[in-house]
């Protein structure tokens, strides 16, 4: 199989092999854990170091314009394989990515205001691609339920606009609506 065919006398990258080159080097190459730590830990079933099984895989999804992603459909995962793979739009992966690193000692989607000495809650809308000021609160737990609220809010828009039941159903039920 040519991973590398010409066309028209252009040499192209065949997709199923970039997809499958990329997922391995994220999970092997020093290189690049070294710019993207989350990756650390991160491995592949054996069955898919064999490229014509992953190929095999990827032709049945819907991937075209779309990344690979490991743990939607399993929150933690990370073992690439096809129990636990989909393929995710940009917006939508980047809707995911809890930024955990950076977030410091607050719940996700909570920062402390030291001028007004109060809890802010913010979440970034995909939609808008802006970051929303959802308000500010006395304590983390009630910023943290109002940025709750509203990825909750977000991920029922996102999944509605899905191909793959499998990532609506996960988005609705990685953010279920807060308790009152």
Not at 20 to 32: D, G, H, I, T
Not at 41 to 57: A, H, I, L, Q
Not at 78 to 100: E, H, I, P, Q, W
């Amino acid at each position: 199989y040519p991973v590398q065919p010409s066309v028209s006398g252009k040499q192209i990258m065949c997709p199923f092999y970039d997809k499958w080159k990329a997922m391995l080097q994220r999970c092997y190459s020093q290189k690049r854990q070294a710019r993207h730590p989350a990756y650390i830990g991160c491995t592949v079933r054996p069955d898919w170091y064999v490229f014509s099984n992953f190929k095999k895989w990827m032709e049945q999804q819907d991937w075209r314009g779309k990344e690979l992603d490991k743990d939607l459909l399993v929150p933690g995962n990370k073992v690439y394989c096809a129990d636990a793979c989909v393929f995710l739009d940009r917006m939508t992966n980047v809707f995911m990515t809890d930024s955990g690193a950076k977030r410091g000692e607050y719940p996700i989607g909570v920062y402390f205001s030291k001028r007004d000495e109060k809890f802010l809650a913010q979440c970034n809308n995909p939609f808008t691609g802006k970051k929303e000021h959802l308000g500010y609160y006395l304590n983390q737990h009630e910023a943290h339920r109002a940025w709750r609220k509203r990825k909750c809010e977000l991920a029922c828009q996102l999944a509605d606009m899905q191909s793959d039941p499998r990532v609506a159903a996960a988005l609705r039920t990685r953010y279920p609506q807060p308790m009152e």
